[in-house]
C-alpha cells in the first residue's frame, strides 16, 4: 500500500518478526501525553514503563521501513488489549506513582463492557508516530481493519473533541458521533478537554 512517497505495510503485531513493543510504547507516550504527564513528564520514562502491557495479537501495526508508523488495537469489546503490570510500573515510575498508574489506569484500561453489543469492533489506542504524522498511517490502518475484519460495526470511544486531526480522519472515514462525555468547567480547564466524543461506524 503507498501514501505519498512512503510504502505503508499493515501487519498483526504478534506476526512481526522484530520486537515492536518499545516502539509500540513510545507512540502510546507521545500521543497520551495529556494523560500521562503525572505519572512522569519523560516520555522515554513513560515508554519504558509502559512497554509490557500490549496484548500483541490484539493490535494492528503500520510498518514502514523496518519501524512501527503507527498502530492500533481493535477486539470485541470483550477482551483485553493491555494488561497491566504493577511491577514493571513501580520499576520506571517508582513506588508511589507507579502504584497510582496500577491503580487508576487498571480502572481505565481492564474495565470491560459487559453489555458491549455482539459483532462490533471496538478501536482502541490509535497512535502514529511523529516522524510518520500527517502521511496516511493511521487511515490506512483503520481502512485496513474496516475492511479485513468481520464486525458489522465499530466504535472508537472517548475522543478528546480538541483532537482536530483524529476527528477529521475518523469522519473521513466514515465514523459519527454517537454519544459525548462533557467535562465540569474545572477539569475542562484543567486538562483543555470539554468533551469526549464516542464514534461508530456502520458497514453498508
Not at 45 to 57: G, N, P, S, T, V
Not at 147 to 176: C, Q, R, W
Amino acid at each position: 500500500m503507498q501514501s505519498g512517497k512512503r510504502t505503508f505495510t499493515v501487519v498483526k503485531a504478534d506476526q512481526v518478526d522484530m520486537d515492536v513493543r518499545m516502539q509500540m510504547s513510545i507512540i502510546f507516550a507521545e500521543g497520551f501525553s495529556q494523560w500521562l504527564g503525572y505519572f512522569s513528564k519523560d516520555q522515554h520514562k513513560i515508554a519504558q514503563a509502559f512497554a509490557h502491557m500490549f496484548i500483541l495479537e490484539q493490535f494492528y501495526l503500520v510498518i514502514a521501513n523496518d519501524k512501527v508508523a503507527g498502530m492500533t488495537a481493535c477486539t470485541d469489546g470483550k477482551t483485553l488489549s493491555v494488561r497491566l503490570n504493577k511491577k514493571e510500573l513501580r520499576k520506571h515510575l517508582g513506588f508511589f506513582k507507579g502504584s497510582m498508574a496500577g491503580l487508576f489506569l487498571k480502572k481505565e484500561f481492564e474495565t470491560l463492557d459487559e453489555s458491549f453489543p455482539d459483532n462490533t469492533g471496538s478501536i482502541e489506542f490509535v497512535g502514529t508516530a511523529s516522524e510518520f504524522r500527517g502521511q496516511g498511517a493511521a487511515s490506512q490502518m483503520i481502512q485496513y481493519i474496516l475492511e479485513n475484519t468481520s464486525y458489522h460495526d465499530y466504535v472508537i470511544e472517548e475522543v478528546a473533541d480538541t483532537n482536530v486531526p483524529a476527528m477529521k480522519l475518523y469522519k473521513k472515514l466514515g465514523f459519527e458521533e454517537y454519544k459525548r462525555k462533557p467535562f465540569s468547567d474545572k477539569m475542562a480547564k484543567k486538562n483543555g478537554i470539554n468533551n469526549l466524543l464516542s464514534l461508530r461506524y456502520m458497514k453498508k
